[in-house]
T-cell receptor, first 112, second 114 residues
Framework: GAVVSQHPSWVICKSGTSVKIECRSL??????MFWYRQFPKQSLMLMAT?????????EQGVEKDKFLINHASLTLSTLTVTSAHPEDSSFYIC????????FGPGTRLLVL | AQSVSQHNHHVILSEAASLELGCNYS??????LFWYVQYPGQHLQLLLK??????LVKGIKGFEAEFIKSKFSFNLRKPSVQWSDTAEYFC????????????FGTGTKLQVIP
């Protein structure tokens, strides 16, 4: 199956700073990647669909200006949390694939 | 829009007991169905999936699930649970076809007592 990596695996930042999370497909070209967020003891919630070479599609309630997504190549999608606040502290997971999903290992963000 | 509901939020069982976790989805079209498990501190692992064919699907670690189209259900079962099955279980659905988003249920936390 496809191997998906995320970087960083965890990050701690001060409130107001921006954090970039990378999702890489190591052996699979993905025109579409998905970004999820999982708060403690909750389920995964889809944030947005990242489309290679075009704008991302955001789920209702997700601020596109706060969560910037760039899918510049078939193997890389980035999620930038701009002006992060403590309520953005969460576990961010990317997913790629078609009928078989491949999840990244996740990035744990803690905003102080 | 798709939605997935899991009826049990927290289930506590003794070892060797039988398990059934409920999952219902709402969507009018053809769907793919999944069960994922998340062990404490780890990321999601696929237990099993249904795309088409035999509605009784067997997965890893002795789990199985049955797709009942008329009930929009995809319940997860295991005849005899073990302490190591303690984890959170997520039912999920996607439209059939490639590159579809996956919608997750709220999860069921299973605690198995030795």
């Amino acid at each position: 199956g496809a191997v998906v990596s995320q970087h960083p695996s965890w990050v701690i930042c001060k409130s107001g700073t921006s954090v970039k999370i990378e999702c890489r497909s190591l052996d699979f070209q993905a025109t579409t990647m998905f970004w999820y967020r999982q708060f403690p003891k909750q389920s995964l919630m889809l944030m947005a669909t990242s489309n290679e070479g075009s704008k991302a599609t955001y789920e209702q309630g997700v601020e596109k200006d706060k969560f910037l997504i760039n899918h510049a190549s078939l193997t890389l999608s980035t999620l930038t949390v701009t002006s992060a606040h403590p309520e953005d502290s969460s576990f961010y997971i990317c997913m790629l694939g078609g009928e078989t999903q491949y999840f990244g290992p996740g990035t744990r963000l803690l905003v102080l | 829009a798709q939605s997935v509901s899991q009826h049990n939020h927290h289930v506590i069982l003794s070892e060797a007991a039988s398990l059934e976790l409920g999952c219902n989805y709402s969507y009018g079209g053809t769907v793919n169905l999944f069960w994922y498990v998340q062990y404490p501190g780890q990321h999601l692992q696929l237990l099993l999936k249904y795309f088409s064919g035999d509605p009784l699907v067997k997965g890893i670690k002795g789990f199985e699930a049955e797709f009942i189209k008329s009930k929009f259900s995809f319940n997860l079962r295991k005849p005899s649970v073990q302490w190591s099955d303690t984890a959170e279980y997520f039912c999920a659905v996607s439209n059939s076809g490639g590159y579809q988003k996956v919608t997750f249920g709220t999860g069921t936390k299973l605690q198995v007592i030795p």
